[in-house]
């Protein structure tokens, strides 16, 4: 079955580079349990999830399991810190970019679930560079943007970007977020200055995040529009029917983790901060 779920993820994203991981789908266990796990190397401390299924209308974290995962330094226990939560309090686990980690959980019962994920390569942002200024335009008494063309390489083994381009100042902050497949390495931004009354903003920061195959899929799922769903130009043009035959065929089940719903993923990413001239 892994076999023939892998072949239709290459044949839905042909852009991207095929993960080998295994796609587990066990239908027979969305009733039971739900297993959330992203690692990331801009993390301090990995943690992982784990509650009944959030089918249920109050679901119930699980806080008497093992849970273990194992990297290149070996094997490194996540202690429960409550609420569902297992945390790596030791730190001792480095999520390195390029590298393999696998999830062992074991519960109560002695049910084990588990999953794997290949956490994508570094990558880095080519433009704009650190420290570059960007003018407001006044389009009216109302509207005032920055524009700036964006540009980064492409995370080995990653197969979607998001770019968040985001101003600050003491009391207020606008985020506009872009999706694309990694075969894309560019975006045009135009983002909206919200000033706040009797302040004035003046910097800002560009971040690039860039999602696994598992958190792809499990984010396509739940939270993607695609271009011709949504009014202006926020989201890049992921063909919709891609996009469609992701969520019908991964709806309500996991992505990759074996006995239970849920997904194992990874991210790495890349910022810079700019400078904005009122």
């Known amino acids: 079955m892994t076999s023939r779920v892998v072949f239709l993820l290459c044949t839905l994203l042909p852009l991207a580079a095929c993960s080998t991981d295994p ?7 969305f009733e039971k349990l739900f ?20 089918f249920e209308e109050n679901p119930k974290p699980v ?30 686990l480095q999520a390195s970019p390029g590298q393999r980690y696998h999830l062992r959980i074991t519960l109560r019962d002695g049910r084990e679930i588990s999953g794997t994920t290949a956490i994508p390569a570094k990558f880095r942002i080519l433009s704009p560079a650190a420290g570059d200024t960007f003018q407001v335009e006044h389009l009216s008494q109302y509207t005032k943007l920055i524009r700036m063309q964006a540009a980064w390489t ?7 970007a998001r770019v968040t381009v985001q101003t600050n100042s003491s009391d207020s902050s606008y985020a506009v977020r872009f999706y694309r497949l990694t075969a894309d390495t560019s975006a045009s931004i135009t983002s909206s200055v919200a000033t706040p009354l009797g302040g004035v903003v003046d910097s800002g920061f560009l971040k690039v995040t860039q999602y696994d195959s598992a958190l792809t899929i499990y ?3 739940r939270e ?4 011709d769903e949504v ?3 926020l989201y890049s043009p992921i063909p919709c029917e891609i996009v469609k035959r992701i ?4 709806k309500n089940r996991g992505v990759n983790v074996d006995g239970a719903y849920g997904l194992f993923g990874s991210v790495v990413e890349d910022s810079i901060h700019f400078h904005i001239k009122p």
């Open 35 to 54: 297993v959330f796990g992203v690692l990331s190397p801009s993390l301090k401390q990995q943690e992982i999830y784990i509650s009944t299924a959030q």
């Open 247 to 250: 969520q019908a065929s991964y």
């Open 63 to 92: 806080n008497d399991a093992k849970v273990r995962l194992v990297g290149p330094v070996g094997e490194v226990g996540l202690p429960a810190v409550g609420n569902g939560l297992y945390r790596d309090l030791s730190g001792i």
């Open 154 to 160: 492409m995370a080995s083994g990653s197969w979607l």
């Open 224 to 227: 993607y529009y695609c271009l």
């Open 219 to 221: 984010h396509l799922t």
């Open 23 to 29: 796609v587990v789908v066990d239908p027979s266990v």
């Open 231 to 233: 009014y202006g130009n």
